[in-house]
């Protein structure tokens, strides 16, 4: 306990700094993006949101956040060249008109926009903080520190959204609000408290650091190995971001959690599919020590193999009932999974990088993570909407039955057709959601959705037994390991 207590008195104050302004960061990004937005872009317009398909969804958040994982390479750059504290500056004034902008504009193509222009905010800031934690610790404090780091960044994830879902019922606007409180906060931090940390700089010009990362990236892609490894991941994380695309639009389509609610003795509408998706942050910050100190003992291969295989499980019981215990419960093994898998991720790429080129190897690390945004985007929209989208279940439903129902327009809106339905069919709301379910089975999404996540533990296995042939990372045989 003493050796603890002297290492966490060996911060400096910018390392708290550093953790403050993350904590912030993260509250007002996942206010923002977990769970929420992917119901603002889709609710109708005459309930206050957007009214947007989910291809158009799909194709907003996946293009964006790919944008946002990738650009990181050119925006270390740029804050390796002119200052982490300008680029932070500039990072939370583009995000604070971004989320203005995006509480205002209702079009599909002024959405996209913004939602671009968040991305780069994002991408400015992403390398930011992470690197001034690894600039102001050393050897003997950076485990602590990251440690640190990262249960800061799960703490803003799980505060964001669980205030979020209490807020966006009321007024949507409520929640942009209250991200670009927390980015405003930031900006005053950055510009009263945040002390620019030590950089070694290369003495390169911006243009030629920008060269160099992407000719480093090239190098890198030239081992066809480790290539296959960043394709594989970026299928994992296709059917991970299925946690921000599909599963807050299916809770809301087909999920009654009032009944949730009132068996808590809550209001109803207490709980809401916000709610719901905040709870994968709050089972990695209460479990994540115990699941690392169990995969401390694995290769980080087996473990993100085993990771991914649980969290397809937990995927699988998300999306393959009503039940809305059943679904909390698919939640948590579905973080479980996350906490197996993913920190061992970028364990494995530093292990399995030649020595002399770790560094080269590492700044590929976002590159899955943009792959897996982007084949995200792409599941969420139209397969999805094939296979589960309420409104394109029920027109199936009504022209099946050969009912005439006008087209939604401006003048007959989506909830005037689901009025119009019920009428038709005879039933009320609950009555409809469950024929729907009953006639159409939308559950079977999760089959696609697992499907995905098995295959990237499959090919993981393959990947293993035939590329790799049994040996790690470093190349030592693993056969007898535990």
């Given amino acids: 306990m003493s050796s603890f207590t002297q290492t966490f008195k060996k911060f400096p104050r910018l390392f708290w700094i550093s953790n403050l302004i993350e904590l912030f960061e993260r509250w007002g990004w996942y206010a923002f993006y977990n769970g929420f937005i992917a119901l603002y872009l889709t609710t109708p317009k005459e309930q206050g949101a957007l009214g947007f398909s989910n291809v158009e969804k799909g194709t907003i958040m996946g293009t964006a956040s790919m944008i946002l994982y990738f650009l990181p390479v050119i925006t270390g750059a740029i804050a390796d060249r ?20 995006l509480s205002r504009f209702d079009t599909f193509g002024s959405i996209f926009g913004a939602f671009i222009l968040l991305a780069v905010a994002g991408a400015l800031f992403k390398p930011l903080i992470s690197g001034t934690v690894a600039r102001v610790t050393n050897r003997e404090t950076a485990s602590l520190g990251f440690g640190i780091f990262y249960m800061v960044v799960n703490i803003g994830g799980f ?83 299925q946690l921000y695309y599909s599963f807050p639009v299916f809770m809301d389509s087909w999920v009654n959690l009032d009944r949730m609610s009132v068996s808590l003795g809550l209001e109803p509408g207490t709980i809401t599919t916000v709610t719901i998706s905040s709870l994968a942050s709050f089972f990695i910050i209460l479990f994540q020590l115990i699941i690392s100190s169990i995969t401390a003992r694995m290769r980080p291969l087996n473990s993100i193999m085993t990771g991914i295989f649980v969290l397809a499980f937990g995927l699988g019981m998300m999306f393959a009932n009503l039940n809305p215990w ?3 419960l698919g939640v948590l093994i579905f973080g479980i999974g996350e906490m197996a898998s993913s920190p061992k991720v970028q364990e494995y790429l530093g292990g399995i990088a030649p020595p002399d080129r770790k560094a080269l190897y590492m700044g590929t690390a976002f590159l899955p993570i943009a792959i897996g945004h982007l084949g995200a985007g792409w599941v969420s929209g139209k397969p999805f909407e094939v296979m589960a989208d309420k409104l394109f279940l029920l027109k199936k439903a009504v022209a099946a039955k050969g009912f005439d129902i006008p087209e939604i327009s401006d003048t007959f809106t989506q909830t005037d057709y689901f ?24 559950s079977k999404v999760w089959v696609l959705f697992t499907a995905i996540a098995i295959a990237a533990s499959v090919l993981l296995f393959l990947y293993d037994r035939f590329i790799l042939k049994g040996r790690d990372a470093a190349g030592n045989n693993s056969g007898n390991r535990q």
Wanted: net charge positive; aromatic share 20%.
């Fill in 82 to 101: 002119v200052g982490y504290k300008k680029v932070l500056i500039a990072s939370f004034l583009t995000y604070v008109a971004s989320f203005f902008m």
């Fill in 419 to 442: 009025n119009r339905a019920q009428e038709l069919f005879g039933m009320d709301s609950h009555q409809l959601t469950r024929y729907l379910w009953d006639t159409y089975n939308p």
């Fill in 326 to 328: 059943i679904i909390v």
């Fill in 159 to 241: 505060i964001g959204p669980f205030v979020a879902s209490l807020l966006y019922k009321h007024n949507w606007n409520t929640v942009f609000y209250m991200s670009i409180a927390a980015m405003t906060v930031n900006l005053i931090i950055t510009l009263f408290f945040y002390r620019e940390p030590a950089v070694t700089g290369s003495g390169n010009s911006f243009l030629r650091n920008i060269g160099i990362a992407f000719k480093n990236i090239g190098v890198t892609l030239t081992d066809w190995r480790f290539l296959l490894f960043l394709l594989i991941i970026g299928i994992f994380w296709t059917a991970y971001n």
